[in-house]
């Protein structure tokens, strides 16, 4: 695996910073009608935000895209944090204009899982690509509670971009703890996702949007969504093989 360095920047305060920071970092004006978006969704969520992280990762943006796009991965990469935890009853996606959802089982081995304490074994989860730079994880816990996860992405070069995240929950949980707890379990998620981004990188992401508009694999249906939306849009640049990543994705309505 080659060593890649990442930066981590805690953000303080509110979840709306997140979008303060990605107005900020953006070299270029972000489209108004995807930030709007973003900005009411983090707005009804933002009396149960609980922490927001940010990290640059020398990783293209595609790369990161399809990672959070791809269920699969929930199983094969994530085998530390998620033990024991299988992907199963995809529904059909539901289409926006410009993104979709999905919803899906994830069923734990409650022999040995710690995340049993927080979740009944099967539970399902939904996946939201709200525009082509925001997507929400909605996770159910116990007694009605949930967590929801938000990632923003910002691509800042050809073969970079930052990753915003903001967890949100209505749990009934002392916060000081949960916030430590969410902390840890973002920064381990992102270890354990770091190899596979890399992996990503080195390969050719343009093969997986070629092999995805032909393919019909369940736990790829947001990704493919996509990829209708937007694929057309991403070519090849000529020189460095790197992704041309704006003014790309204009809006589609
Ligand atoms: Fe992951």
Not at 111 to 127: D, S
Request: hydrophobic share 40%; aromatic share 10%; net charge positive.
């Amino acid at each position: 695996m080659k060593t890649k360095s990442v930066k981590l920047q805690s953000l303080q305060g509110k979840s709306m910073s997140t979008l303060k920071h990605y107005q900020l970092d953006s070299a270029i004006p972000p489209y108004a009608a995807y930030l709007q978006q973003t900005e009411v969704r983090m707005l009804q969520l933002r009396k149960d935000h609980i922490i927001s992280q940010a990290y640059i990762l020398p990783i293209p943006y595609l790369c990161q895209i399809y990672h959070l796009l791809n269920l699969k991965h929930l199983e094969t990469v994530h085998k530390f944090s998620l033990k024991g935890l299988k992907i199963s009853n995809v529904s059909q996606i539901e289409t926006t204009p410009i993104g979709g959802s999905i919803k899906f089982q994830t069923t734990l081995d409650p022999a040995v899982n710690i995340l049993r304490v927080w979740r009944k074994p099967t539970i399902e989860v939904e996946l939201i690509l709200h525009t082509p730079y925001t997507i929400e994880l909605n996770i159910p816990i116990y007694h009605n509670r949930k967590i929801t996860i938000i990632f923003n992405m910002l691509p800042l070069a050809d073969n970079i971009h930052k990753l915003f995240i903001d967890i949100y929950s209505n749990v009934i949980f002392p916060k000081p703890i949960l916030q430590i707890i969410l902390h840890c379990a973002s920064c381990l998620t992102l270890f354990e996702d770091l190899p596979y981004l890399n992996e990503l990188a080195d390969g050719n992401p343009y093969r997986w949007v070629r092999s995805t508009r032909a393919g019909n694999l369940d736990t790829m249906q947001l990704f493919k969504r996509f990829v209708e939306l937007y694929g057309s849009s991403l070519e090849q640049p000529q020189s460095s093989g790197a992704i041309e990543l704006r003014p790309i994705l204009d809006p589609v309505y």
